[in-house]
């Protein structure tokens, strides 16, 4: 990129940096620093406001830069990620919004809890949402430092391994001072710049084809010497078996898995009742749906306009398409226009990463704090503040998530998504719908639903293809693959659902049917509600 392209992007990017830090600052000086405050906003936020900071969380750097790179690479069957993410929001609004604002405070723990021994069961439930949202952060980490490098003209590690530190260390600054009402500015403030700039896109996009949507299809078709399998399934699912296989792992892991993802779960718990959690959902389901259709155009846009051969030399896995077909639509490299255009795309993309690296960053350290630390402590111990846990948490859970990022900066980044999908689902999602829905579920149902979700997942993820036996594998030189899916979710996600059934009906605890109906009446109701 031209000095000018890194100028007018670092000015812009810094511009974004410097007004959230701001409204970050400002929060700190106007909060009482209670677990409520920290942890849900004082829940006082309004339906609209929580739609678009939901719809902020959401849509991550997986959906902006990995979705339409894949969809440049491989056409069609990239669409699964957009078609899946989507998708998932209707699992979210009828099984989960409103009954988790009732039954909980702040976490997943809390609802699960509400009816069980709470030390076992928040220990499992706390331990998987942290191993969800480091997942989740490994793929905020990549992109940056795919964009970075872009950005800057370079692809050295040195680049890529400063930009990841120094994400991690803003996403840390956001969630230590700011807490949960700095960190839904931040994601509204950002849904705004990433819908407005998706928008502009777009727009371009459909302009420079007359808005012929066939004519786009079928020049992307031309440009990706595929012909009209671009166009089909089966280009990247449909060669084998095992590719079909794949293909429906993944599925099931998109669908399911936003209902277990711990920082979409604590979203419900900033507005004040379970009926502005409902509408929150509905909101965000408009600005997600409209969000993922133009991933799709930008996608083939890409495809048609760039070439997948010129995305593919860029970045391997495509992470570079969206900004590529921006200095494309602005004039070129070189030109006044293809600078700007560029550079607002790439301040954009900056700005959803350090954005829903917060969200992200504030969920799994409200489940160090709330759920580890409040049941592990010594009983004889001096008690600290959960407030105090959560921010020293934010800053190990950074070190480690800047480590998982700098070693997997290879992959795409919605493929990575997709692994924390999978676990979520796999650990996160049984427990709670057996907690919502099953009378006689029990601690050890629980506990077990949890780990025997979680384990297989993530002992599925280290003996696939994503981690050693192939040359797009994390450790190219070995080969230690048992499992031939990329996704574990197909084996992993009914794993979990029988592990709670059958700790449960191997457990010698009689389940309590009045804490069931109470948590029954809360759940619907929203009478005893926090």
């Not at 872009?150 to 930009?163: C, K, N, S, Y």
């Amino acid at each position: 990129m031209t000095t000018d392209h890194q100028t007018t992007a670092l000015l812009l990017f810094s511009a974004f940096v410097a007004v959230t830090l701001g409204i970050t600052t400002w929060v700190s000086r106007n909060r009482q620093g209670s677990a409520e405050e920290f942890y849900a906003g004082g829940r006082l936020f309004s339906p609209l406001e929580n739609g678009f900071a939901i719809a902020g969380d959401y849509m991550s750097a997986a959906s902006f830069l990995g979705i339409s790179g894949l969809i440049a690479l491989v056409g069609y069957d990239g669409m699964l990620y957009s078609v899946g993410f989507l998708v998932a929001w209707l699992v979210v609004l009828f099984l989960v919004a409103e009954l988790v604002r009732n039954c909980g405070r702040f976490t997943l723990a809390d609802v699960v809890a509400a009816r069980m021994r709470e030390r076992p069961v928040r220990i499992a439930a706390g331990t998987s949402s942290v191993t969800v949202s480091v997942l989740y952060l490994v793929a905020q980490m990549v992109g940056a430092g795919s964009l970075v490098a872009l950005l800057l003209g370079g692809t050295g590690e040195a680049v890529q391994a400063w930009t990841v530190v120094g994400v991690g260390a803003l996403m840390v600054i956001y969630v230590s001072l700011g807490g949960m009402r700095a960190t839904t500015w931040i994601q509204i403030v950002k849904a705004v710049l990433l819908l407005g700039g998706t928008i502009t896109l777009t727009v371009l996009v459909l302009l420079r084809f007359h808005g012929d949507v066939n004519r786009l299809l079928h020049t992307a078709a031309e440009r990706s010497g595929h012909g009209d399998a671009f166009l089909a399934p089966g280009l990247a699912y449909g060669g084998d078996w095992t590719a079909r296989f794949d293909f429906i792992s993944l599925g099931l892991a998109l669908v399911l898995g936003t209902a277990g993802l711990p920082h979409i779960l604590s979203r419900f718990y900033t507005v004040p009742t379970a009926r502005a959690a409902r509408r929150s959902v509905v909101w965000a389901i408009g600005l997600i749906g409209g969000f993922y259709l133009m991933t799709i155009v930008l996608g083939f846009g890409a495809a048609a306009l760039i070439g997948p051969d010129a995305v593919r030399a860029s970045h391997a896995s495509g992470n570079t398409a969206v900004p590529l077909l921006a200095l494309d639509l602005g004039g070129g490299a070189g030109t006044t226009g293809g600078t700007v255009l560029f550079a607002v795309v790439a301040a954009v993309a900056f700005a959803t990463i350090l954005a829903v690296v917060a969200g992200i960053t504030l969920a799994s350290s409200a489940s160090v704090a709330h759920d580890l630390y409040a049941s592990l402590r010594r009983p004889g111990g001096k008690p600290r503040s959960e407030v105090a846990v959560a921010r020293v948490a934010a800053v190990g859970i950074g070190v480690v998530a800047i480590a998982l990022g700098l070693l997997a900066r290879d992959l795409n980044v919605a493929f990575l998504v997709g692994l924390a999908f999978a676990v979520a689902a796999s650990a996160n999602l049984p427990v709670l719908l057996y907690s919502l829905f099953w009378r006689g579920f029990t601690t050890r149902g629980a506990v077990w639903s949890v780990y025997g979700g979680l384990i297989p997942a993530v002992v599925l993820v280290l003996l696939s293809p994503v981690v050693s036996g192939s040359p797009d594998s994390l450790f190219p030189e070995a080969d230690f693959q048992l499992f031939p899916l990329q996704n574990p979710g197909l084996v992993s996600i009914p794993l979990g659902f029988l592990a709670g059934w059958l700790g449960t009906v191997t457990s010698p605890e009689v389940p309590d049917e009045a804490r069931h109906a109470e948590t029954e009446v809360r759940s619907l109701t929203g009478a005893g509600a926090a």
